[in-house]
């Protein structure tokens, strides 16, 4: 990565030079939690009185949750760095119909949750929209168990693909079985049980991050979890959520990029500050850890219900991992810059169980795949995951991040280790959940 001024500006430009060599030293602040930033957006829209949000993330995908949200009526203050968010709830039931289609922007979580949120809405008339790339991502695995509860919500492809139509209607509470274990088919059904006809309970086949359920309960709802490791999860109607005030910790998923290039970096020395631990979203740092990973947890606290912790990491020896099975809704999001370790790590490393993550903003799965073996990784591509030989040399070339947030800061981890410069096409895509990541890299390295 470069240390140049011009990195300071990279969100605006096509692609970016990156320096292979030096290290890393120093103190690292990531930003706020994605997944909690949209929900304590959503949660305190239908909420009574006031929600005031700390360290909510103000980057793209976060400000599309907003504008849906402004364009139903909720009053919420402008979205800046350093600064507290307050959304004024309009309560269960007070969106105003919108006067134009809803613009998700790239966030996938936005029009998932949406769904759920406005899918019992009588009488109202909603249509979701995205950019190209949300346009192509599925969201059959969302209308189909809310068409259970009694939704009506029409698209391309029998409901599969946006533009989608939400024709707002009385919902009825049921018992749903979801195919996946993914947090915002989950939490979509739980947004719409709020307002349906009697309990809802929604089974996972594993457990899925558990921020709406930590949260909804902060905010008053009547929810209980059971069933083995938490997998079920029942809402029942009625009770009225009540405004909060919700810090957001640092986002895990973007703390994981500076654990990974910590620990593959020689001379490396990192602590990543004020870091979300909850449960559900920790496989990172199990994975890490079976890896020969040394990362010290400093500084345990408990903030708005959340664990919160400071991440001490160290340049070290690796050895290659295999992950599957329930494991990997822990660390979905993490497997790209995994990736980006293995190929450090001593031994063959697989990933299995993952074809979630053909559905993410790319197909990651082959995106990765695609650009680390351009870096000469030998890395090949399953139908569900990817296998990983280590120990090989990456080299610098040109690279792509195909438009991936993920993708894009899991190669410049790659570029730090490798021979020779690299070229990072399409960097501003690092700006949907860190846009300040390029300006943290610079300041890093030594």
């Avoid at 300071?8 to 939690?33: F, H, I, Q, W, Y």
């Avoid at 936005?110 to 192509?136: K, W, Y």
């Avoid at 086949?205 to 359920?213: K, T």
């Amino acid at each position: 990565m470069s240390s140049s001024p011009a990195s300071a500006n990279t969100e605006r430009t096509a692609s970016l030079r990156l320096m292979a060599g030096g290290s890393l030293g120093g103190t690292v602040r990531v930003p706020g939690d994605k997944s909690i930033s949209h929900r304590a957006l959503l949660f305190g829209a239908i909420a009574e009185g006031e929600t005031i949000i700390e360290g909510l993330l103000p980057a793209e995908d976060p400000l599309s949750t907003a504008a849906c949200l402004r364009a139903m009526g909720v009053d919420i203050s402008p979205i800046e760095r350093g600064l507290p968010v307050h959304v004024q709830g309009v309560g269960l039931d007070g969106f105003q119909e919108p006067a134009d289609i809803l613009d998700c922007g790239n966030s996938g979580t936005t029009m998932r949750l949406m769904l759920g949120l406005l899918a019992g809405r009588r009488g109202r008339h909603m249509v979701l929209t995205g950019d190209e790339s949300l346009r192509r991502r599925p969201m059959r695995r969302v209308v189909a168990p809310l068409a259970e509860m009694g939704a009506k919500i029409t698209g391309r492809e029998g409901g599969n693909l946006a533009p989608l139509a939400i024709q707002g209607t009385a919902l009825q509470g049921t018992t749903i079985q979801t195919a996946v274990a993914s947090a915002q088919v989950k939490s979509a059904l739980l947004l719409a049980a709020l307002t349906a006809e009697g309990p809802t309970t929604v089974i996972e086949p594993a457990h899925s991050r558990d921020h709406s359920e930590r949260m909804l309960r902060a905010f008053g709802a009547d929810l209980r979890v059971a069933g083995p490791n938490g997998t079920h999860v029942t809402v029942n109607p009625g009770a009225i959520l009540q405004g909060q005030t919700v810090v957001v910790p640092g986002d895990i998923s973007s703390a994981a990029f500076w654990l990974v290039a910590a620990a593959i970096t020689p001379g490396a020395e990192l602590t990543i500050e004020n870091v979300g631990l909850n449960p559900s979203r920790t496989g990172i740092l199990e994975v890490l850890k079976s890896m020969g990973a040394r990362i010290e947890v400093i500084n345990n606290r408990d903030v708005a219900g959340e664990p919160v912790g400071d991440l001490k990491v160290n340049h070290g020896p690796l050895t290659a991992f295999h992950i599957g099975g329930d494991l990997i809704p822990r660390l979905v999001d993490e497997i790209p810059v995994l990736a980006v370790a293995a190929c450090c790590a001593q031994g063959i490393s697989r990933v299995e169980d993952a074809e979630e993550l053909r559905v993410k903003e790319t197909d990651r799965l082959a995106v990765m795949a695609r650009q680390l073996g351009a870096m000469g990784a030998r890395i090949k591509e399953q139908p569900g995951g990817l296998t990983i030989e280590g120990g090989v040399k990456l080299r610098g070339t040109t690279l792509d991040s195909e438009t991936d947030h993920r993708v894009a800061m899991s190669l410049a981890v790659a570029a730090l280790v490798a021979e020779g410069d690299s070229t990072l096409q399409q960097a501003e895509a690092a700006a949907v959940s860190y846009p300040g990541f390029w300006d943290d890299l610079t300041r890093l390295r030594t």
